[in-house]
């Protein structure tokens, strides 16, 4: 059961706590295809086949200088939440944030126990600041592993909160440039939403399937201008028809429920950012699973 109530396939991972810190060595596959089948129809794609179409799309995260990703704190659900971000440039920004609050906590911890007063983190964690915490940096995450994160339960350890245990939630974001692109497109707030994605398309076009067959393939795109790209070379000087978008979130969701119907989603493939795919290639892969830096 999803967060939201939504009955989804349970994800399995193989080597939970090991595959991603051995720099993702084996690909994760979504689920069993036959564990699936024995109990539920089966999705409208295989999930093998979910799995290869979103592994193409790099995200980027922050880490510590162990591995250790960074967590923000939410009050609300009193859990972390871990953010991936479709553009390089936008973890940069957050990875300056970083850096620039590693000593600001480290002061701020110090002067906590020099009180005698914890609860810096959650409602009785430490303030305690990892000196790792000052060799952040940014790696890399295909896209099929961090939804396999947005639809399952887990639990990561605070190293720097006692110890104790919180609800872990992991959200991709965009470029903001991409969601009022969506807001231009869609008349509604669904993408004023923490978390939502937009794909954007255009009704008809088609490239030829990365699958290896002679199927033709219906991209969606993280970004308008490299739809435009696209239909720029396919039909070179002719109007463009109108641009639409479809959620990400929603979109898979579609492509692993048991038993789905939506038939948009058969032929349908994520075409990655291509700055992204180049920055991807330079990029570290260490990810501790179960673990993370709650910040506040």
């Known amino acids: 059961m999803s967060a939201d109530g939504e009955d989804v396939p349970t994800l399995q991972f193989i080597r939970r706590r090991d595959i991603l810190q051995s720099a993702l060595a084996a690909p994760v596959v979504l689920a069993s295809q036959s564990a699936v089948a024995s109990e539920k129809p089966p999705p409208i794609i295989p999930l093998v086949t979910t799995a290869r179409r979103l592994r193409a799309v790099p995200t980027f995260t922050i880490v510590d200088g162990n591995g250790t990703p960074f967590h923000t704190y939410d009050k609300d659900s009193a859990g972390g939440f871990g953010y991936f971000f479709t553009s390089y440039t936008s973890a940069e920004y957050v ?55 947005s639809v399952k339960k887990t639990e990561s350890v605070a190293v720097n909160g006692k110890g104790k245990k919180f609800q872990t939630y992991y959200q991709v974001i965009p470029e903001t440039s991409d969601l009022n692109a969506a807001l231009r497109i869609e008349n509604s707030q669904r993408y004023s939403e923490r978390g939502r994605v937009p794909l954007f398309y255009v009704d008809g ?25 696209e239909w720029e070379k396919q039909f070179p000087g002719s109007d463009m028809p109108k641009v639409k978008v479809r959620e990400l979130n929603e979109t898979f969701r579609a492509m692993i429920r ?13 075409v990655p950012i291509p700055e992204s795919v180049e ?18």
Request: aromatic share 6%; hydrophobic share 40%; no cysteine.
């Open 95 to 149: 990875l300056d944030d970083a850096k620039k609050a590693f000593a600001k906590a480290k002061e701020e911890a110090a002067k906590k126990k020099g009180e005698g007063t914890e609860g810096a983190i959650g409602e009785d964690g430490a303030g305690d600041v990892p000196d790792a915490w000052g060799e952040a940096k940014i790696v890399t995450l295909p896209l099929d592993v961090v939804m396999q994160l």
């Open 205 to 229: 076009m088609t490239i030829p399937s990365p699958e290896g067959d002679w199927a033709e393939a219906s991209p969606v795109y993280f970004r308008i201008k490299d739809l435009k790209a």
């Open 258 to 270: 048991p038993g789905g119907k939506d038939e948009s989603v058969r032929s349908l493939v994520f």
């Open 279 to 296: 920055k991807a290639k330079g990029t570290g892969r260490s990810y501790k699973l179960g673990e993370m830096i709650l910040t506040k």
